[in-house]
């Protein structure tokens, strides 16, 4: 009770202000959330959308932000639209144009991903904001993976949302995530659970205080947030992402040699960072069928979701690797997501190349 009653607000407050110092922005435009889907579920139950509205959504979003938005525009009469983007891709111009020719006088909101889940892209987020902005617009980014990955500014690249996960890259414990809101929305959000907000005596005085107390729960995830920035800025940031990336691109490199198939970006920094995806043949078996039932079929359905688990090659890497690494179905081609963090050496590296080849060759 003295760590609740006494202790708690105030280390909420000095972590938050360490982690809005980390992703730069003001402290009182951001809110501790479990994880990138809470926080966008927030945005999705307060954003307001009218009948006839639309949410552009790309092709490359991550399944349950696509699942979060259908349903919000379902209970307002609005729609999802999807605009494929072109790939392969060697020139970021274009996707802000494919983008911005999706834009239409109903279109309401853009939701569009810092870093693809699926395909392990860096999306020219800004650049979209910007054009977003002068038709009026607003930009919800979903940033989980972003975050220590690649430097992050919020407050300049001008989005009206940013959700983000805390525990992929930055390593903080699971349960660590964060919602930003621009000032012009604050007054709009609304918890999704609604309890004191701050334990009395204290008093709501602004958007971020109805998000402190939301009844009783372990904090310690947000807590460990600014320890977690601590350790990575021991390490030192940019020499984190150089090693990353020299990992990942390591692995494309390999893979790329063996199976000469072309890969969704070229190769450089500015368009993936410490994951890599790369493309491999075709399934000589049954499990062709499991890869096109993924990948879709209609218009909205042609789009990247990762396999489920069991799909037979991941579960075949897993049982004799004891390797995990996401199979991606896209646009009827399969694909390795490698990611690489500190922990992991080229020799590691190696070895899943090496057995992934093993186990193509042989059928998989």
Known sequence: MDFFLRQFEPAWRQARQRLAQFVGTSPGNLIFVENATSAMNIVADSFPLAAGDEVLLTDH???????????????HGARVTTVSLPVPCTEAGVLVDAVCEAFTERTRLLVVSHITSPTAMILPVAEWTE??????????????????????AIDALGCDFYAASCHKWLSAPFGSGFLYVAPQWQACMQP???SWGRLPPGVVESWSDEFVWLGTRNPAAFLAVPEAIAFLETVGLEAFRARTHALA???????????????????????????????????????????????????????????????????????????????????????????????????????LVQGVQRLIDQGA
């Open 61 to 75: 979003e991550y399944g349950a932000v696509r699942r979060i938005w259908e349903r919000a525009c379902q209970r």
């Open 131 to 152: 054009q977003a902005r002068q038709r009026g617009i607003a930009v919800a980014i979903d940033g989980p993976h972003a975050v220590a990955q690649v430097p992050l």
């Open 192 to 194: 999704s659970v609604l």
């Open 249 to 351: 691109r390591h692995a494309r490199l390999r893979m790329l040699e063996w199976t000469q198939l072309a890969p969704l970006v070229p190769d450089a920094p500015h368009w993936y960072g410490s994951m890599a995806l790369v493309p491999i043949p075709p399934p000589r078996r049954a499990d062709r069928q499991a890869v096109v039932a993924v990948s879709g079929t209609g218009p909205d359905e042609a789009r990247a979701r990762p396999c489920p688990v069991g799909h037979p090659l991941q579960e075949q890497i897993w049982q004799t690797l004891r390797i995990e690494v996401p199979v991606v179905a896209f646009r009827g081609q399969r694909y390795l997501r490698i990611s690489c963090h500190l922990y992991n050496d080229q020799a590691q590296i190696d070895r």
